[in-house]
């Protein structure tokens, strides 16, 4: 069997089209999506710090 991208990403889980063109922009939309789709708008402020809090221990790689 031959393993293709399709078989290991759940298309349900990419986000797109992305309307940010900034780094902050793209964690922000990633943000709103997941707090969105779990149905808990109420964690989006503080997923965001920890999300930024984790970004400045280590970055994502994304925006670069």
Known sequence: MTTTI??????????????????????DEMITRLVSAIGRPDLQSR??????????EISTGIGR
Do not use: N
């Open 47 to 56: 997923l965001r710090e920890e999300v930024w809090a984790r970004e400045r």
């Open 6 to 27: 399709s078989t290991l990403i759940d298309g349900a889980r990419v986000l797109l089209p992305l309307h940010a063109s900034t780094k902050e922009g793209v964690l």
